[in-house]
Nanobody, 120 residues
Framework: QVQLVESGGGSVQAGGSLRLSCKVT????????MGWYREAPGKQRDLVAT???????NIADSVKDRFTISQDSARKTIFLQMNNLTPDDTAVYYC??????????????WGQGTQVTVSS
């Protein structure tokens, strides 16, 4: 079975940096996309960054030039580097992978979420 375990969240002052990690275990037959969402209390879960299997990335306008998505394929880990953080970045961050089984069934798996808190 596929599991995603997140780490790296915490509390920082505005202007600080954090690096989130998402370790993937289990076997994925056909990976399509991986990335990060975030959710503030009472708000929708919004897409932050995505990356396909070719390494093409898309970053939300709100975090462009501050956040970077990357992966370590050997360790099956997804990263989100967050620089120059602001209080508006405060949220629970969730990683995800989208993939298909050998028979073409679409699958999505989520990490457990990690809290990021940015103070003024």
């Amino acid at each position: 079975q596929v599991q995603l375990v997140e780490s790296g969240g915490g509390s920082v002052q505005a202007g600080g940096s954090l690096r989130l990690s998402c370790k993937v275990t289990g076997t994925i037959s056909n990976l399509k996309e991986m990335g990060w969402y975030r959710e503030a209390p009472g708000k929708q879960r919004d897409l932050v960054a995505t990356m396909d299997t070719a390494g093409t990335t898309n970053i939300a306008d709100s975090v462009k030039d501050r956040f970077t998505i990357s992966q370590d394929s050997a360790r099956k880990t997804i990263f989100l580097q967050m620089n120059n953080l602001t209080p508006d970045d405060t949220a629970v961050y969730y990683c995800y992978v989208k993939w298909r089984t050998y028979f073409g069934v679409a699958k999505t798996n989520w990490g457990q979420g990690t809290q990021v808190t940015v103070s003024s």
